[in-house]
């Protein structure tokens, strides 16, 4: 009875392994559809993206994600380039901020954000020239000058009343969608919680080979705790956040430290991410930040600095 327990635990074992390899093979094919069709970062749930981070979850030690992740880096260094040309910071930053947080190592990206702050120096220096500069009196500007806010602030409303209308349009439609599909979502969830276990147990064993191989000594006390503004990263305020950055990126660097992100959502860690790598490497090029993720969902975002791999686990105190 044993011998025959143990041979259905083989098969079962061996009928999972092959469903689950069939489900990685299907996935990249989905990605690399995706990518062809640029689907990159839209529609919402359904693009390279989304389904790249899944399959890191899924299969974190399986290389054949390499090549399409950086496929898609290089596409967004592209557009990148493609907005710093047409003198528009903003957006190439957008395009670079999804690189960081997927592919650091992309060629050109470097590159392509020093572009970005140089342009945002000569921003600066523009802004503070205007400032200083004399006043004219003029009031026949001034008062074209009203006219033009008047008719803008009045476009303004005509705009956001639109977009109110389209939203609530949009909400109605969406509605009816998840009415429409809610049974085919019931049918799908045994197959999802399935999914989810088996990503969970993946990062578990991820997360426990990274603390043996010292990457964050979570076991350790904090070298030191900074506390972040929920409102900077709900707005996703770049400019207020990189000040409030600042100093921690330098007791970063002072310390050689590790850090772990604690925030609400894994899209905040995400985005917070990118701003700390831009901030860490504004000061120090050749420094690559160690990071990890821990979720709080009802306490204020913060970050704490842990001993990094060259630190002494001695260390516990800020230098």
């Known amino acids: 009875m044993k ?55 899924l299969a974190p030690y399986d290389q054949r994600i390499n090549s399409r992740v950086y496929q898609v880096g290089e596409v967004y260094v592209a557009l990148a380039n493609s907005a710093i040309s047409k003198n528009d910071p903003d957006k190439a930053q957008d395009y670079l901020d999804k690189v960081w947080s997927l592919a650091y190592l992309t060629p050109g990206l470097e590159s392509a954000q020093d572009k970005i702050d140089a342009m945002d120096k000569r921003s600066a220096k523009k802004a503070v020239a205007q400032k200083t500069a004399p006043k004219k009196d003029d009031s026949k500007a001034r008062e074209a000058a009203d006219r033009k806010a008047r008719q803008l602030a009045q476009e303004k409303a005509a705009r956001e009343k639109a977009e109110r209308e389209a939203a609530e349009r949009r909400r109605k439609q969406a509605e009816a969608r998840e009415r429409a599909l809610a049974q085919k979502r019931r049918e799908e969830e045994a197959k999802r919680k399935a999914a989810e276990k088996l990503a969970m147990l993946k990062q578990q064993r991820e997360r426990a080979t990274e603390i043996r191989a010292g990457e964050i000594d979570v076991e350790t006390k904090p070298i030191a705790e900074f506390a972040l503004n929920q409102a900077l990263i709900d707005g996703r305020e770049r400019g207020e956040i990189r000040d409030e950055l600042e100093p921690i990126c330098q007791e970063i660097l002072d310390n050689q430290a590790s850090v772990v992100l604690n925030t609400r959502s894994l899209q905040d860690y995400r985005w917070l991410t990118v701003r700390l790598t831009l901030c860490v490497r504004r000061l120090d090029k050749s420094f690559r930040l160690r990071h990890s993720f821990n979720q709080v969902p009802d306490t204020e975002p913060y970050i704490s600095l842990h001993p990094g791999r060259s630190m002494s686990l001695y260390k516990k105190t800020r230098s």
């Not at 069709?37 to 749930?45: N, Q």
């Open 3 to 57: 011998a025959l327990l143990n041979a259905a635990l083989i098969v079962v074992s061996l009928l999972a392994t092959t469903v689950y390899a069939e489900n990685l093979d299907e996935l990249l094919a989905k990605i690399d559809s995706d990518i062809a069709a640029k689907r990159l970062s839209s529609p919402a749930s359904n693009n390279a993206i989304d389904k790249i981070w899944q399959f890191k979850a």
